[in-house]
Antibody, heavy 126, light 110 residues
Framework: QLQIQESGPGLVEPSETLSLTCSVS??????????WDWIRQPPGKGLEWIGGLHYSGTTSYNPSLKSRVTISVDTSKNQLALKLRSVRASDSALYYC??????????????????WGQGTLVTVPS | QSALTQPRSVSGSPGQSVTISCTGT?????????VSWYQQHPGKAPKVMIFDVTRRPSGVPDRFSGSRSGNTASLTITGLHAEDEADYYC??????????FGGGTKLTVL
């Protein structure tokens, strides 16, 4: 059974870099059918897609965050990583790691998320 | 890439039906057959209820259904149950492997 676990510091100072890790068990990140993504949710607010990665190295990012975000993969550890630079208070959120389905064929466009991790809360003080 | 538009809240009584709309553009909702819907209870991670506009994952009750007309997708819940009270989010593929979410709708079961 696939399990996803996010981890990282709960508090990041303004202007610093937020670094989170997503550990995956029960499935291999380098399976060709899936993308792996980060999604965040500020307290009491809605979901915001941050970006995603295919194990081949293909990445896609939210245009509004693209200049500050890097998503990478360590296949030897079966882990996904997120780095968000120059953080501010508005980056405070619950950060989710998710698997995005699926590349069924050359025309597929993976677009739905399942399963989700439990999320890790990051606070950036104002 | 702008967020999809959803009503802030909807409500219905047990047994009734409700529909939640999700309006985008021809560059997302109207341009691809890749709209999904998520249910989120307080303190829990979201759960996919509908994918590819109309498809239901195994285990999701058939009371939940999805549809689309032009640039607007809809989630309909028939025969409301108390446990359906939650926040609901739509999501659409938006090209180049990007996706965009709606702002979310709070469903209240009266």
């Amino acid at each position: 059974q696939l399990q996803i676990q996010e981890s990282g510091p709960g508090l990041v100072e303004p202007s610093e870099t937020l670094s989170l890790t997503c550990s995956v068990s029960g499935d291999s990140i380098d399976g060709s059918k899936f993308y792996w993504d980060w999604i965040r949710q500020p307290p009491g607010k809605g979901l915001e897609w941050i970006g995603g990665l295919h194990y081949s190295g293909t990445t896609s990012y939210n245009p509004s965050l693209k200049s500050r975000v890097t998503i990478s993969v360590d296949t030897s550890k079966n882990q996904l990583a997120l780095k968000l630079r120059s953080v501010r208070a508005s980056d405070s959120a619950l950060y989710y790691c998710v698997r995005r389905c699926c590349f069924f064929d050359s025309g597929s466009r993976p677009s739905w998320f399942d399963p989700w991790g439990q999320g890790t809360l990051v606070t950036v003080p104002s | 890439q702008s967020a999809l538009t959803q009503p802030r809240s909807v409500s219905g009584s047990p047994g009734q039906s409700v529909t939640i709309s999700c309006t985008g553009t021809s560059s997302d909702v109207g341009g691809y057959d890749y709209v999904s819907w998520y249910q989120q209870h307080p303190g829990k991670a979201p759960k996919v209820m509908i994918f590819d506009v109309t498809r239901r994952p195994s285990g999701v009750p058939d009371r939940f259904s999805g549809s689309r007309s032009g640039n607007t997708a809809s989630l309909t819940i028939t025969g409301l149950h108390a446990e359906d009270e939650a926040d609901y989010y739509c999501c659409s593929y938006a090209g180049s492997y990007t996706v965009v979410f709606g702002g979310g709708t709070k469903l209240t079961v009266l």
